[in-house]
């Protein structure tokens, strides 16, 4: 294809891509081409992938509106799953509760008040078999939103499976797996960095020799961004996680073309519209870049960076709650022109309690508006060649590689170090939090409008919205539940698969996936295997700063 | 006189965006702020507050916990026989609010309270504890 100008190879494949059984044309009959843009210009589909990772893009295939979830027990959270198949959701994304988030069961102490609260609670393997009956685990994908005990759920999720007839070469599905925001933002860390990153590692190396669909880690930077970085800040510290976890593997003995691929990215969608935009035509250049030039990836598929988006909780204001609808649209809008591959829309009532069913079912709603009506999906990156699009996403790139300099030298050129090393020395935190700051007293100075909240407050006091409660029967249900699991299972098997994962633990080069699966299938609960494992690797305290 | 406040998470919710914005905004209007970090129980936080002698304590919750936790601090800290303020902040729902403020709550910042607003209203607590107390 050498001889080919750049258009010519993207027409190439182009025409061997599937479609969609559509019109490509405009309401009134205009037609449309997959792209536009000059003949010596970049193509989707071609490196470095600014303009999307598929030469047909959504021509091909629609992004997956993967909607996330979880509340109460097991029982109530597969209940919503099967309304979110049923209303046309074509994935799954599972919300824990903040004890399970943490590794402890929900009979322990700290765990008093949060069961069930913020997610579904699991505690063992009866959970996450009730969480998923009566889904096809071989066609629905599943996402697991969670990190510290992401090993001891994958574990958990596998048993599950195997017990109803999927082998686990058949599952398909994203553990979100990212450990380092955990501790540069979202807070839910339990050990060490360097001990987390050996279960981290050991799912890296588990996934890809055993489970070929399997996405082993979501690097996200939803959460970076939701505890207040800027944009270039989220696209930066989201993107050298990626590379720190690249390099973990390939300590690992794999090579870059064994994991790059299996990684799979998660960006909010916040509500300066061309900004964001501009972050995800950045975020696939640089790492395509910086997989082939600086990691040797020769695989292409180590090259493209595939992202799920979600739109921006912290956008949404608790005044006028219906306005969210307007403000989750044009977020969900920019990931879609922004090139995704998969979306969560928020609800409107988000900024006061879990979704209603109701208002899920709106989220949802929105993103088939974007997805069936609004036909912005006939034309791959339809705002590439945008002079102040360009310009913007040229200027992301320049700030992120700006921040990967400080981050390396920091790990005196090891991104895996200096992530490490940021985190121990509270660089990343103290970075989103001034970020937060500045953000806020520009709220407070009234150089940014919110509406509700700063101006057009007329309307704020009318009637509140039905909200999703929560109670605490949900807690001693779930209690019950667990107070079942360990009065009938066999505490020998149980003892035994313990003492296993103790072994495991403390010999550093052993992959602790068999043990854990081995623990899964014996009862153990979640609490005990991170009990097990904290015992050999402590555990993490932030020093609090202001 | 220079109030000093004790912002607390307590339990497992490590939101901690909100606590660390509104701690810096209350410095900047010159009180005295004490953060005791992630995952405190309410008997930690009880202990803290009395040792560092603070006029108000400031929790943040965002995980739905606060039914059961916030009244546990107001709990813990009077049966040390202190009668430090708690305020709450975060997640709270109005339907939550008659619940939270006969739980002891002194004030109760739903979702949206501005800065203003919480700074004044812990000023006011603060007056009006320390006026009962003379």
Same mark, same amino acid.
């Given at each position: 294809?050498?001889?080919?100008?750049?258009?010519?190879?993207?027409?190439?494949?182009?025409?061997?891509?599937?479609?969609?059984?559509?019109?490509?044309?405009?309401?009134?009959?205009?037609?449309?081409?997959?792209?536009?843009?000059?003949?010596?210009?970049?193509?989707?589909?071609?490196?470095?992938?600014?303009?999307?990772?598929?030469?047909?893009?959504?021509?091909?295939?629609?992004?997956?509106?993967?909607?996330?979830?979880?509340?109460?027990?097991?029982?109530?959270?597969?209940?919503?799953?099967?309304?979110?198949?049923?209303?046309?959701?074509?994935?799954?994304?599972?919300?824990?509760?903040?004890?399970?988030?943490?590794?402890?069961?929900?009979?322990?102490?700290?765990?008093?008040?949060?069961?069930?609260?913020?997610?579904?609670?699991?505690?063992?393997?009866?959970?996450?078999?009730?969480?998923?009956?009566?889904?096809?685990?071989?066609?629905?994908?599943?996402?697991?939103?969670?990190?510290?005990?992401?090993?001891?759920?994958?574990?958990?999720?596998?048993?599950?499976?195997?017990?109803?007839?999927?082998?686990?070469?058949?599952?398909?599905?994203?553990?979100?797996?990212?450990?380092?925001?955990?501790?540069?933002?979202?807070?839910?860390?339990?050990?060490?960095?360097?001990?987390?990153?050996?279960?981290?590692?050991?799912?890296?190396?588990?996934?890809?020799?055993?489970?070929?669909?399997?996405?082993?880690?979501?690097?996200?930077?939803?959460?970076?961004?939701?505890?207040?970085?800027?944009?270039?800040?989220?696209?930066?510290?989201?993107?050298?996680?990626?590379?720190?976890?690249?390099?973990?593997?390939?300590?690992?003995?794999?090579?870059?073309?064994?994991?790059?691929?299996?990684?799979?990215?998660?960006?909010?969608?916040?509500?300066?519209?061309?900004?964001?935009?501009?972050?995800?035509?950045?975020?696939?250049?640089?790492?395509?870049?910086?997989?082939?030039?600086?990691?040797?990836?020769?695989?292409?598929?180590?090259?493209?960076?595939?992202?799920?988006?979600?739109?921006?909780?912290?956008?949404?204001?608790?005044?006028?709650?219906?306005?969210?609808?307007?403000?989750?649209?044009?977020?969900?809008?920019?990931?879609?022109?922004?090139?995704?591959?998969?979306?969560?829309?928020?609800?409107?009532?988000?900024?006061?309690?879990?979704?209603?069913?109701?208002?899920?079912?709106?989220?949802?709603?929105?993103?088939?508006?974007?997805?069936?009506?609004?036909?912005?999906?006939?034309?791959?990156?339809?705002?590439?060649?945008?002079?102040?699009?360009?310009?913007?996403?040229?200027?992301?790139?320049?700030?992120?590689?700006?921040?990967? #300099? /400080?981050?390396?030298?920091?790990? +005196?050129? *090891?991104?895996?170090? $200096?992530?490490?090393?940021?985190?121990?020395? &509270?660089? @990343?935190?103290?970075?989103? #939090? /001034?970020?937060?700051?500045?953000? +806020?007293? *520009?709220?407070?100075? $009234?150089?940014?409008?919110?509406?509700?909240? &700063?101006? @057009?407050?007329?309307?704020?006091?009318?009637?509140?919205?039905?909200?999703?409660?929560?109670?605490?029967?949900?807690?001693?249900?779930?209690?019950?539940?667990?107070?079942?699991?360990?009065?009938?299972?066999?505490?020998?098997?149980?003892?035994?698969?313990?003492?296993?994962?103790?072994?495991?633990?403390?010999?550093?080069?052993?992959?602790?996936?068999?043990?854990?699966?081995?623990?899964?299938?014996?009862?153990?609960?979640?609490?005990?295997?991170?009990?097990?494992?904290?015992?050999?690797?402590?555990?993490?305290?932030?020093?609090?700063?202001? | 006189?220079?109030?000093?406040?004790?912002?607390?998470?307590?339990?497992?919710?490590?939101?901690?965006?909100?606590?660390?914005?509104?701690?810096?905004?209350?410095?900047?209007?010159?009180?005295?702020?004490?953060?005791?970090?992630?995952?405190?129980?309410?008997?930690?936080?009880?202990?803290?507050?009395?040792?560092?002698?603070?006029?108000?304590?400031?929790?943040?919750?965002?995980?739905?916990?606060?039914?059961?936790?916030?009244?546990?601090?107001?709990?813990?800290?009077?049966?040390?026989?202190?009668?430090?303020?708690?305020?709450?902040?975060?997640?709270?729902?109005?339907?939550?609010?008659?619940?939270?403020?006969?739980?002891?709550?002194?004030?109760?910042?739903?979702?949206?309270?501005?800065?203003?607003?919480?700074?004044?209203?812990?000023?006011?607590?603060?007056?009006?504890?320390?006026?009962?107390?003379?």
């Amino acid at each position: 294809m050498a001889d080919m100008n750049a258009y010519d190879q993207w027409l190439a494949l182009y025409k061997t891509s599937a479609k969609r059984d559509v019109t490509f044309a405009t309401m009134s009959g205009v037609p449309l081409d997959p792209v536009y843009g000059p003949e010596n210009g970049e193509f989707p589909g071609q490196f470095p992938y600014t303009r999307g990772v598929h030469a047909s893009m959504y021509r091909s295939r629609l992004w997956t509106m993967r909607m996330f979830a979880g509340f109460g027990t097991a029982l109530d959270t597969n209940r919503r799953f099967k309304e979110i198949i049923a209303a046309g959701g074509q994935g799954l994304s599972t919300a824990f509760d903040m004890p399970t988030l943490l590794g402890l069961d929900s009979d322990d102490p700290m765990a008093l008040g949060e069961v069930g609260r913020c997610g579904v609670a699991i505690d063992s393997l009866t959970d996450m078999r009730d969480l998923f009956t009566d889904i096809d685990l071989a066609t629905i994908t599943t996402s697991m939103t969670i990190n510290s005990p992401a090993a001891v759920m994958l574990a958990l999720f596998i048993a599950q499976a195997e017990e109803k007839g999927v082998a686990r070469n058949q599952l398909g599905g994203t553990l979100q797996n990212d450990i380092l925001k955990e501790y540069q933002a979202q807070k839910e860390f339990v050990f060490p960095p360097r001990q987390s990153m050996r279960l981290v590692r050991d799912t890296i190396a588990f996934t890809a020799a055993e489970m070929p669909k399997w996405n082993s880690i979501s690097v996200s930077g939803y959460h970076i961004r939701e505890a207040g970085s800027t944009a270039a800040e989220e696209l930066a510290f989201t993107l050298v996680n990626g590379f720190a976890y690249v390099e973990l593997a390939r300590q690992a003995g794999l090579q870059v073309d064994e994991v790059a691929p299996r990684l799979s990215f998660f960006f909010n969608a916040h509500i300066d519209f061309f900004e964001e935009i501009a972050k995800y035509r950045a975020a696939r250049r640089l790492w395509a870049t910086w997989m082939r030039d600086h990691y040797g990836a020769t695989n292409e598929l180590s090259w493209k960076l595939r992202f799920h988006t979600q739109t921006a909780g912290v956008s949404l204001t608790a005044q006028q709650p219906e306005v969210n609808i307007a403000r989750t649209a044009i977020e969900a809008l920019a990931g879609v022109l922004g090139g995704t591959q998969s979306l969560h829309t928020n609800s409107m009532d988000e900024a006061l309690a879990l979704p209603s069913e109701r208002a899920a079912r709106t989220a949802l709603r929105t993103q088939q508006v974007i997805a069936y009506e609004t036909n912005v999906v006939n034309v791959a990156d339809p705002l590439g060649g945008s002079w102040f699009v360009e310009e913007l996403t040229d200027e992301m790139t320049r700030q992120a590689e700006a921040i990967f #300099a /400080e981050i390396s030298a920091m790990g +005196e050129g *090891s991104m895996l170090e $200096g992530c490490i090393k940021g985190i121990e020395e &509270n660089w @990343f935190q103290g970075r989103i #939090a /001034e970020s937060a700051y500045n953000l +806020e007293r *520009s709220f407070n100075q $009234g150089q940014r409008i919110v509406v509700g909240v &700063n101006d @057009f407050t007329e309307g704020n006091d009318n009637a509140d919205l039905e909200i999703l409660r929560i109670t605490n029967e949900d807690e001693l249900k779930q209690v019950g539940r667990l107070n079942d699991v360990r009065q009938n299972r066999d505490e020998s098997k149980v003892l035994l698969a313990l003492e296993e994962l103790t072994t495991d633990a403390i010999d550093p080069e052993v992959n602790l996936m068999p043990a854990l699966i081995n623990a899964s299938r014996a009862y153990v609960t979640v609490g005990e295997m991170m009990g097990a494992m904290e015992k050999i690797f402590g555990r993490h305290i932030e020093v609090p700063t202001l | 006189m220079t109030i000093r406040v004790l912002v607390a998470k307590v339990g497992l919710d490590g939101h901690d965006r909100g606590i660390k914005v509104v701690a810096r905004l209350l410095r900047d209007a010159g009180m005295e702020v004490v953060y005791t970090g992630l995952f405190q129980t309410p008997e930690t936080v009880a202990i803290a507050a009395i040792q560092e002698d603070v006029d108000v304590v400031g929790l943040s919750m965002l995980s739905g916990a606060h039914l059961t936790l916030a009244p546990m601090v107001v709990g813990a800290l009077r049966a040390k026989g202190s009668d430090i303020p708690v305020v709450l902040g975060g997640i709270v729902p109005k339907s939550d609010l008659e619940d939270m403020r006969a739980a002891g709550m002194a004030a109760v910042f739903v979702p949206g309270a501005s800065a203003e607003e919480i700074m004044a209203s812990i000023i006011e607590v603060v007056s009006a504890s320390t006026s009962e107390t003379i």
